[in-house]
Each structure stands twice: as C-alpha cells, then as structure tokens.
C-alpha cells in the first residue's frame, strides 16, 4: 500500500475531511482525481468529489515513533485533505480506530523527490476524548489556557466522532519545527496527564 488515511470526519453536509500520511515512498502534492476518489472509497464515501483542499502538516498523533529522539520520527509528514462532494456526507464513521485505512494509489500530481516546506510549519495536534462533545469542548478550552506564549495562535475543532467519542484538532502555523517541537511535546504530555489520547498507538 502507498498511503494511510485517519480519521474520516463529516464537515458539512456535502463535505468531508480526513488525514493521509505515508505508507511508502510517495507523497502528495495537489491531489489527483483518481487519488481522491481512492482515498473516499477507503472511508467508505459513494460520492463523488466536486473539489478539494490540500495542507501540508506535521501530526505527532500518527507517530509510530513517538518516543524516538529524531524529531522527524515524532512528527511524521502529514496531509489534510478537505473534500467537497456531490451527494450527501455520511453522518459518521465509527469509533476511532488505531489501524488506518489503506490506499494503493499514487497521485500523478507528486513529482519525485518533491517536498513541501510547509511541513514545517504546520503541527496539527489530535485529542481523542472519550465522552460528549461538552467534555471536549471542556478539555480544549483547558488546553488553550495551557498553550505557551511563545506558540502561535491556534486553529481549533472539536467534532463528535460517534455517540462515546469525541476529538479536538488543533492547528498550530509558524516557524515550528524543529525549534517547538518541544514545547509542543511538553502540551501534548499535559493533554495525556488529562487523560486524552494523544497518539494512535494510545487506542490498542
């Protein structure tokens, strides 16, 4: 397989949004529309796509490698992918799960050896919260009180991902990596001190 695909979410009622890391060598670029289509039939989406959006991210929730001193191996490259849709959203997809779905599909729009800098600076932070979306909207707004001055302002969602589940994304945007990969850490070890999830391998 070429690609991993995380968390499927319901945006809107004719849009959905999921994450998509490396399963091998390629990347993404601009996304194809057989690379999109793929990655929809992976979650499970009939419809198909009208347009989409593409950010380049860091994301220490998909680490395999989350206790390694490379900081790389922590926060492994990222997609998120936003899809428009030309039917109806499924209204959700499951309770999440610490397995991805799998694509075996490239998307012609990469070129080898191509990769964007804005990796770099781009950290999307990822909080499964077992409970309602109260409780999360709870454990975020404790978490923004806890972001350290010298971070950049965030961007945050709290979604509901299935009757006993619910999750946070942050997204942090700036000149990041390496030099916040720590203090980002540092945020993230309060957020497990909560008892939120914060990395997949959390979910076994």
Not at 38 to 56: D, E, H
Not at 169 to 181: E, H, K, N, V, Y
Not at 183 to 198: D, H, S, W
């Amino acid at each position: 397989m070429i690609f991993n695909v995380w968390n499927p979410a319901r945006t809107s009622d004719d849009e959905v949004a999921f994450d998509v890391t490396q399963a091998n060598a390629p990347r993404v670029a601009a996304g194809d529309a057989n690379w999109i289509a793929s990655c929809l039939r992976a979650i499970g989406v009939s419809a198909k796509a009208s347009g989409w959006s593409i950010q380049p991210a860091r994301c220490y929730f998909y680490s395999d490698y989350a206790e390694e001193p490379e900081w790389r191996d922590r926060w492994p490259d990222t997609w998120i992918v936003k899809t428009r849709l030309d039917g109806r959203a499924p209204d959700e997809f499951g309770p999440p799960s610490p397995l991805p779905r799998l694509v075996d599909q490239y998307d012609s729009t990469w070129s080898y050896g191509e990769t964007d800098p804005e990796h770099d600076r781009t950290a999307l932070l990822i909080l499964i919260v077992r409970g309602s979306i109260k409780d999360a909207s709870e454990a975020r707004d404790r978490i923004l009180t806890s972001i350290p001055l010298k971070l950049p302002t965030p961007t945050t969602i709290v979604e509901k991902v299935c009757a006993d589940w619910s999750r946070i994304r942050i997204l942090l945007t700036g000149s990041l990596f390496p030099d916040q990969a720590e203090p980002i850490e540092k945020l993230l070890l309060q957020c497990r001190q909560q008892n939120l999830v914060i990395n997949r391998n959390q979910l076994d």
